[in-house]
């Protein structure tokens, strides 16, 4: 035989290799796409689990944001202000009734001459909420409401004031002073919570 005759004896043998080198690339190549897959899938679940987290806290606002929506300003207007007062210790007062307002006037103005007429505020649409300091030595302190909110969401009323003292070594009048703020608002059925700012 010549070298033709051996090479198509060969052919066969080789195919044979061949074939076997395709199943075996083959089943490199399943083995190397299922690796692939589920590389691909934990990435997919991973991403599904973080967008249903993150999608969730989506649906119940939480953000500080979302708390400043519930925070109403009340706007309201002084009815008196200054320092002097029959009332001589520290009060937070709210008054929502004709009998409460009168009692509060005689105790705040009863004492002084001439008699102040006690000042007219519809109490079935408004109320009226005081902070008085309290008996002092000396002039120079003050005590202001300097704003009133509604908190939604503790379902309260928020009266905030600051109280001031003066500086040292001021000139002050060196008599007693009863430093007092009384204003009038829109009448709200809400519990009220006295909050100061800030004591200088």
């Known amino acids: 035989m010549g070298r033709e005759g051996e090479w198509k004896l060969k052919e066969p043998g080789r195919r044979k290799i061949d074939a076997r080198l395709y199943f075996f690339a083959g089943e490199w190549m399943k083995e190397k796409m299922n690796e692939e897959f589920q590389r691909y899938f934990r990435l997919l679940l991973v991403g599904f689990i973080i967008l249903f987290i993150f999608g969730g806290a989506e649906v119940v606002p939480s953000s500080a944001e979302s708390n400043k929506e519930k925070i109403i300003p009340i706007s309201f207007c002084t009815i008196d202000k200054g320092s002097q007062s029959g009332i001589k210790e520290q009060r937070f007062v709210v008054v929502k009734t004709e009998k409460e307002w009168e009692d509060l006037w005689r105790l705040h103005k009863g004492t002084f001459l001439p008699e102040q007429r006690i000042p007219s505020v519809d109490l079935k649409q408004e109320m009226i909420i005081g902070v008085f300091s309290g008996e002092k030595r000396t002039g120079g ?8 909110e509604e908190n939604g969401e503790k379902r309260q ?10 500086p040292s070594r001021a000139m ?16 709200i059925e809400l519990p009220v919570k006295f909050i100061p700012e800030s004591k200088i």
Not at 141 to 148: L, M, P, Q, S, V
Not at 172 to 187: C, D, K, S, W
């Open 172 to 187: 002050v009048t060196e008599a007693l002073t009863q430093p007092y703020h009384i204003v009038r608002t829109r009448r």
């Open 157 to 166: 009323l928020i009266v905030f004031f600051l109280e001031s003292q003066p």
């Open 141 to 148: 302190y003050r005590i202001e409401i300097t704003k009133i």
